[in-house]
């Protein structure tokens, strides 16, 4: 893995590694925040995402690190003319989400550590009640918080673990028959309030430093997708809780890297099969051999039924297209990563 990392200063210095410092107390740390931002082509979006962020810290201190994971646009260019007072560490290949976040935690100072989407924009609040509230409540390892769009509606926010059983339910529209499995999202409360969840998406991912300390951060075997929810298991069989806290909002725009890649593969196809390699490489981790195989089956089937169904629809032979190549997708990625017990990349 190739990495430069370049000071605030704008010096170039030798690649951060991947590891976290160990034993560092809270207390020695000379920042509140060390704010994590993975930038790879959306050079559009980072002065509003730190427009956004320097509005929300008050009497906060931070530190910011920006990895740039290989961009194609005017990304490199910008930041280190804009933002000369980051941390800023220079991949030559694209690395994937986890490991570009893994390579800052070497330079984090702070005794939180926040991982910040560039297509996130905090409110003026947000910082400051998500640090207060993971300050008044020590036994909470991990903090996400309430996304909306930017047309106000609520995404998925609040989550649960999934399963081959609750992910064939929701993709097959038979969740309603089956009340008492928990889904992964459910949308049906009101978001206001505070409550336990599985996991919190990450564009907005508060972690206490002891947390990074005790079970550290991503699996690098995840190159996009899944790598939040598979630390937030570890998170959570480590003592600590995965917290939702609805008392503050964040604009989320949703997909603006992976959009960069979708136009240029065919249809996004790339993107498809990232989701789908990692979803077979958390089953297997997760539930084993035979969770992945009932995955595996499981999908296969409801991808046939949709085909199916959309072959009697003439008017959708387009979704029995998408239904089709994700079946492709899958059983490529069942023999190429041996059933998800290895990545890709």
């Avoid at 459910?186 to 907005?204: I, K, N, P």
């Avoid at 960069?260 to 989701?275: C, E, F, P, V, Y």
């Avoid at 997760?286 to 046939?304: I, N, W």
């Avoid at 387009?318 to 069942?334: K, M, P, V």
Wanted: charged share 20%; hydrophobic share 40%; proline share 2%.
């Amino acid at each position: 893995m190739e990495a430069n990392h370049v000071s605030a200063n704008g010096t170039l210095g030798p690649g951060a590694c991947c590891a976290a410092p160990k034993g560092v107390a809270a207390s020695s740390m000379a920042v509140d925040v060390s704010v994590i931002v993975v930038n790879y082509n959306t050079a559009h979006l980072l002065h509003d995402m730190r427009t956004a962020l320097v509005a929300s810290r008050r009497d906060l201190t931070l530190q910011t690190i920006v990895i740039d994971n290989a961009s194609r646009d005017d990304s490199l260019d910008l930041l280190k003319r804009d933002f000369g007072e980051v941390d800023l560490i220079v991949n030559q290949s694209n690395v994937g989400f986890g490991r570009a976040n893994n390579q800052s935690l070497a330079l984090a100072k702070g005794r939180y550590i926040l991982l910040l989407n560039t297509d996130a924009f905090v409110a003026a609040d947000t910082l400051h009640k998500t640090v207060s509230y993971m300050d008044a409540h020590l036994d909470v390892g991990v903090l996400g918080v309430r996304l909306v769009g930017r047309d106000g509606l609520l995404q998925p926010s609040c989550r649960y673990f999934p399963t081959p059983w609750n992910v064939f339910l929701a993709r097959t529209g038979l969740a309603r028959y089956f009340p008492k499995v928990r889904m992964v999202d459910d949308l049906e409360w009101s978001h206001t309030s505070v409550r336990e969840c599985d996991w919190v998406t990450g564009c907005y991912y508060l972690v206490r430093r002891e947390v990074i300390d005790q079970v550290g951060l991503f699996d690098p075997r995840y190159f996009l997708y899944c790598e939040e929810m598979d630390h937030c298991r570890a998170v959570k069989r480590a003592g600590w809780k995965v917290v939702y806290f609805g008392g503050t909002s964040v604009v989320h725009l949703g997909g603006e890297s992976a959009k960069s890649d979708g136009q240029l593969t065919s249809a996004g196809k790339q993107i498809s099969a990232l989701q789908v390699e990692s979803e077979l490489l958390f089953f297997r981790k997760h539930h084993g051999l035979l969770g992945v195989c009932g995955s595996v089956l499981l999908s296969t089937a409801t991808d046939v039924a949709l085909i199916l169904k959309s072959w009697f629809k003439r008017s959708a032979t387009q979704r029995a297209g998408i239904e089709a190549g994700h079946l492709r997708t899958l059983w490529s990625l069942c023999l190429r990563t041996r059933m998800g017990s290895r990545p890709t990349r």
